[in-house]
Every structure is written in structure tokens, then in C-alpha cells.
């Protein structure tokens, strides 16, 4: 049986809706990732955080739920504990796409079956959503952020681009343009909603 992880890893959040908070922003978008990792029946979640986001990660975990103590806001750091807690294969998401579908998801573990590396997309903003690779980390990939990472920079680092594999993208709610594309009636996403009074 094959031990999967998903961690919520709670980047930087630099913008808010006008009139929001942005610590509470940032709390729901991540307290709903985390309530859908919650629920995968693929997976178990786990959430990342650095020393002054530590608060936040307890404020928002589940019973139980791991929380991993990492020094930065980057990938490698989160595939290494990981490692070290026993998974065959881990994803590290942005905790900041607070109505990403269980779907993306599971496409994103999918490629892990032939290939060592996949990578979500953030869409039209840039980015990546989220980062799985099979544990141990393959020694060729680099230490990317999320924010800057795309598809070709996590690919320039591997013996074959063919070893990561791009899956379908899905958008993380950096700015009013993202905002503007919420479906209402998708879903979850609960803390989102209720602060944007939907």
C-alpha cells in the first residue's frame, strides 16, 4: 500500500479583498485547503509552516493532524519530512487555493505511478499550485517557491524533462482577477465564502 501526503503549505499572502482583513484572509483560504485535505480519501494531510506561521497552523489543523516546522517557504524542505515520516510520495500545495477541487489533486498523485515528478500550474498568474514527487526526493530537484516556480524551472533541473510531468492547472486567489472567478455554487470552501459574505 502506497503512503501518500498532502501538506498545506502556508505560503506568503500579500493581497486581500478591499475591506478584509488580510490575517483572516489568509487563515480561511488556508483553513479551507486544509478542510478539504481533511477529507481525501487518496491521501493524508499534513500542513508546513514556518516558525512565525506556527500559530496559524494549529489554529487551522484537525485532530491529529501533522504540522511540519520548516525554515522556509519552499518544497524540498516539506518533501524531506516527508520522507522522514514514512511516505512512498508527498504533495506540497499552496495553502492560498482555498476552492481547489479534490480532482486536481488526485491528478497530480496520478503520474506518480512512472514518473518521480509532477507539478500543478497556478494559472494565468504564474506559478505552481503544488509540487508531488515519489520519496525519497529525486537528488536532482531543485528547492523551488511556489510564487516563482513553473513547469520549465522545476523541469530544467532533471536528467530528462520527460521525468516531470505536468498536470491540469488550477488558480490560487492572488488578486482581485482570481477572486472574480469563484464559482459560488462549487462546493467547500466554507471560511472563503463566509468572509466575502457569499
Known amino acids: 500500500m502506497t503512503r501518500r501526503v498532502v501538506v498545506a503549505l502556508l505560503t506568503p499572502v500579500t493581497w486581500s479583498p478591499p475591506g478584509i482583513d488580510l ?16 477529507r481525501l480519501a487518496q491521501a493524508e494531510p499534513a500542513i508546513a ?10 489554529e487551522i489543523a484537525w485532530p491529529g493532524m501533522p504540522i511540519y516546522e520548516v525554515p522556509s517557504t519552499t518544497v524540498l524542505p516539506v518533501l524531506h519530512q516527508a520522507a522522514a515520516a514514512g511516505f512512498d510520495q508527498a504533495a506540497v500545495l499552496a495553502a492560498d487555493a482555498a476552492d481547489v477541487p479534490g480532482m486536481i489533486l488526485g491528478k497530480l498523485l496520478r503520474p506518480l505511478t512512472s514518473k518521480p515528478v509532477a507539478v500543478a500550474p497556478a494559472g494565468r498568474d504564474g506559478g505552481l499550485l503544488a509540487v508531488a514527487t515519489t520519496l525519497p526526493v529525486p537528488e536532482w530537484l531543485g528547492d523551488h517557491d511556489l510564487d516563482s516556480a513553473t513547469p520549465m524551472t522545476v523541469r530544467r533541473g532533471a536528467p530528462q524533462p520527460s521525468l516531470v510531468e505536468s498536470t491540469p492547472d488550477w488558480r490560487r486567489l492572488r488578486g482581485p482577477a482570481d477572486l472574480a472567478t469563484l464559482d459560488m455554487a462549487l462546493e467547500g470552501w466554507e471560511n472563503t465564502r463566509a468572509l466575502l459574505g457569499g
Do not use: C, F, G, I
Open 23 to 38: 490575517a483572516k484572509w489568509r487563515a480561511a483560504l488556508a483553513e479551507d485547503v486544509v478542510d478539504l485535505l481533511a
Open 49 to 58: 509552516a514556518v516558525p512565525a506561521d506556527l500559530a496559524l497552523a494549529e
